[in-house]
């Protein structure tokens, strides 16, 4: 799976504190072998913004994506669950 990152997630995740950073590496590893992978709790959201995704770094942290292709997503956002849920649905 190729992944992608926006310039905005790229300067969320340089802002997180580095245990959270750590975290956010090691499931987005996860991610990369298998987007499905139970442990991530991948759920589709419905958003103003067309079909955006979003899995699990640890219980208050979220990663959102989408799919470009089978083999490709892209990663938006990354940060606390509810600072990523207010800004996708502005």
């Known amino acids: 799976m ?26 987005i590893k996860l991610f ?15 958003t103003p913004f067309g079909d955006l995704w979003s899995f699990r ?7 959102i994506f989408s799919f470009l292709s089978k083999d490709k997503v892209i990663l938006y956002f990354i940060g606390p669950h509810s600072f990523i849920y207010k800004l996708i649905k502005k």
Not at 2 to 27: G, V
Not at 57 to 63: F, L, P, Q, V
Request: glycine share 0%; charged share 35%.
């Open 2 to 27: 190729e992944i992608l990152y926006t310039d905005t997630f790229e300067k969320l995740f340089n802002k997180l504190p580095k245990h959270i950073r750590q975290k956010a590496i090691r499931k």
């Open 32 to 46: 990369e072998n298998n987007p499905f992978l139970p442990i991530l709790k991948v759920e589709k959201l419905y």
């Open 57 to 63: 770094i640890d219980r208050s942290y979220r990663i």
